[in-house]
């Protein structure tokens, strides 16, 4: 019971981390009169399913598999968070600077984690094979 609600509560971080950035996004975007396109603009989408939508479905496969048994969980949990919230600074902050105009290309922050979160997603795999065999 106790993974369920830290799963729970981890999708209701990302619940009001992806609703939040939509509102700063369009409220943003407006104050600065900008028209254009921005990484901003698919920040709450990824936020939503990679954050809230994604631990929904962990919390119901905790339930049918107890994957948090297993030894890979703390590694995925660690793992995909650090990625995920990489992910969404290196975002903002490239949205950030489209919208003011001053191109801050954040590549190598932004590769960096898309490679953890994949990493993540690899252990995350590796957890539910345990609990499913």
């Known amino acids: 019971m106790k993974s369920i609600k830290k799963f729970y509560y981890l999708s ?6 992806g609703l ?3 509102v700063f996004f369009r409220e943003f975007t407006k104050f600065k009169g900008f028209t254009g396109k921005t990484v901003l ?8 399913i990679l954050g ?5 479905i962990v919390m119901i496969l905790e339930k049918l598999f107890l994957t948090s048994t297993h030894k890979y969980n703390k590694t995925f949990l660690v793992t ?6 990489l992910l969404i600074i290196s975002m903002l902050i490239r949205g950030v600077s489209e919208v003011i105009g001053k191109e801050f290309v954040l590549a190598h922050m932004s590769g960096l984690g898309h490679a953890i979160l994949g990493l993540g997603f690899i252990f995350f795999m590796m957890n539910l094979y345990d609990s499913i065999k």
Not at 52 to 56: G, S, T, W
Not at 80 to 85: A, K
């Open 12 to 17: 209701v971080f990302y619940l009001i981390l």
């Open 20 to 22: 939040s950035s939509g």
């Open 41 to 48: 603009n698919t920040l709450h989408s990824h936020v939503l």
């Open 52 to 56: 809230f939508v994604f631990f929904i």
């Open 80 to 85: 995909y968070n650090l990625g995920l919230i």
